[in-house]
């Protein structure tokens, strides 16, 4: 039952969340392994992939629409979605450094130790 209990937490960890901030993600994977850090690396460039397809094709859409529609509601709302996409992936490319940044940090600090 523990390790049930284990396996399910520590996929939990693997959550993109553009809403924390790098300070939060530099606290929460302190203690965690380069393998959990590298799980999450591996599901934020999942998300960033999936998310850059979606922008790629709300631009596409928007170089559809003729210039009278550009202007109106529905080039509006193309512009207001693929500026929220472009918001969202800058949030998780930053996010993404950090866990690069730590895992970095853990396999060079292995590597001192082993010296």
Not at 3 to 18: F, P, R, S
Not at 44 to 56: D, F
């Amino acid at each position: 039952m523990a390790v049930v209990a284990a396996g399910l937490l520590a996929g939990c960890g693997n959550k993109v969340d553009e809403t924390k901030t790098p300070a939060q993600i530099r606290r929460e994977i302190a203690n965690w392994s380069s393998a959990r850090i590298q799980k999450s690396i591996d599901a934020y460039n999942q998300e960033i992939a999936k998310r850059t397809a979606e922008l790629k094709a709300e631009l596409a859409k928007l170089k559809q629409l003729p210039v009278r529609e550009l202007l109106g509601d529905a080039g509006k709302q193309l512009k207001v979605k693929a500026d929220r996409l472009v918001e969202s992936l800058c949030k998780l490319k930053d996010n993404l450094a950090v866990y690069a940044s730590e895992l970095k940090a853990k396999a060079e600090a292995r590597v001192k130790a082993a010296k």
